[in-house]
């Protein structure tokens, strides 16, 4: 359904026809008509306090893709996941990049640091026509599943386990149609929740062995 590029520092996902995306994007935030969801990988020295992000990116995106919705990320988007699921006919797919490094728990926050970047970009594409309330709905179950799968890893902060990060963000693509319930107990958010989940948990355990070797390099005595 879905078609993915790497074309290093960009990740490019083209939808199988223009859809409805309703997301909090860097660009093209909100609820817009796309084809198209990029992730943009930056490194951390670039995201500094006096950097103008917002304005850099959007030449980015007017330059690479000007329709579409836009995701940044300090992860390196070559370690991207994807998953599929579909249940009673209807298909759900999910591609996901995961850093934990500015890892949070919802409603304690940690103080934060500059240095501190780590995002997970989710995107969840849906076979189904839907009315703008499911949107909403099926957007939820998508949160729903990004949050297990990160809970399940069982990261632990001075504030409580990981649920998230600080920085996330989550675009959901449909058609527009007739369909208005996309909750947990609807065929549609099963295969929402499954495909979100594996996608964001694999992503998660990238992130997990990659933070490992990180510290066993630095603690290394030429690290």
């Given at each position: 359904?879905?078609?993915?590029?790497?074309?290093?520092?960009?990740?490019?996902?083209?939808?199988?026809?223009?859809?409805?995306?309703?997301?909090?994007?860097?660009?093209?935030?909100?609820?817009?008509?796309?084809?198209?969801?990029?992730?943009?990988?930056?490194?951390?020295?670039?995201?500094?306090?006096?950097?103008?992000?917002?304005?850099?990116?959007?030449?980015?995106?007017?330059?690479?893709?000007?329709?579409?919705?836009?995701?940044?990320?300090?992860?390196d988007v070559r370690g991207w996941r994807?998953?599929?699921?579909?249940?009673?006919?209807?298909?759900?797919?999910?591609?996901?990049?995961?850093?934990?490094?500015?890892?949070?728990?919802?409603?304690?926050?940690?103080?934060?640091?500059?240095?501190?970047y780590g995002t997970i970009n989710l995107?969840?594409?849906?076979?189904?026509?839907?009315?703008?309330?499911?949107?909403?709905?099926?957007m939820t179950i998508a949160v729903q599943?990004?949050?297990?799968?990160?809970?399940?890893?069982?990261?632990?902060?001075?504030?409580?386990?990981?649920?998230?990060?600080?920085?996330?963000?989550?675009?959901?693509?449909?058609?527009?149609?007739?369909?208005?319930?996309?909750?947990?107990?609807?065929?549609?958010?099963?295969?929402?929740?499954?495909?979100?989940?594996?996608?964001?948990?694999?992503?998660?355990?990238?992130?997990?062995?990659?933070?490992?070797?990180?510290?066993?390099?630095?603690?290394?005595?030429?690290?």
């Open positions: 359904m879905i078609a993915v590029t790497l074309d290093h520092p960009w990740l490019d996902v083209r939808l199988p026809r223009p859809m409805r995306a309703l997301g909090w994007a860097p660009y093209g935030a909100g609820l817009t008509m796309t084809d198209r969801v990029l992730w943009r990988e930056v490194r951390n020295a670039d995201l500094s306090l006096d950097f103008d992000v917002d304005a850099w990116f959007a030449a980015e995106m007017a330059q690479r893709a000007p329709g579409g919705v836009g995701l940044l990320t300090s992860r994807h998953a599929a699921a579909e249940v009673e006919g209807l298909r759900a797919e999910a591609v996901a990049t995961v850093g934990l490094s500015n890892a949070e728990t919802v409603g304690r926050r940690l103080p934060w640091h500059p240095a501190d995107l969840v594409v849906v076979d189904a026509g839907l009315t703008e309330a499911a949107q909403l709905e099926a599943a990004r949050t297990a799968a990160v809970m399940a890893a069982g990261m632990a902060l001075a504030t409580g386990t990981a649920t998230g990060t600080g920085t996330d963000c989550v675009v959901l693509a449909c058609d527009a149609g007739p369909l208005r319930h996309a909750g947990l107990h609807t065929a549609l958010g099963e295969a929402v929740g499954a495909a979100a989940r594996a996608a964001v948990a694999a992503g998660v355990a990238d992130w997990q062995a990659w933070a490992a070797a990180e510290r066993a390099r630095r603690a290394a005595p030429d690290g």
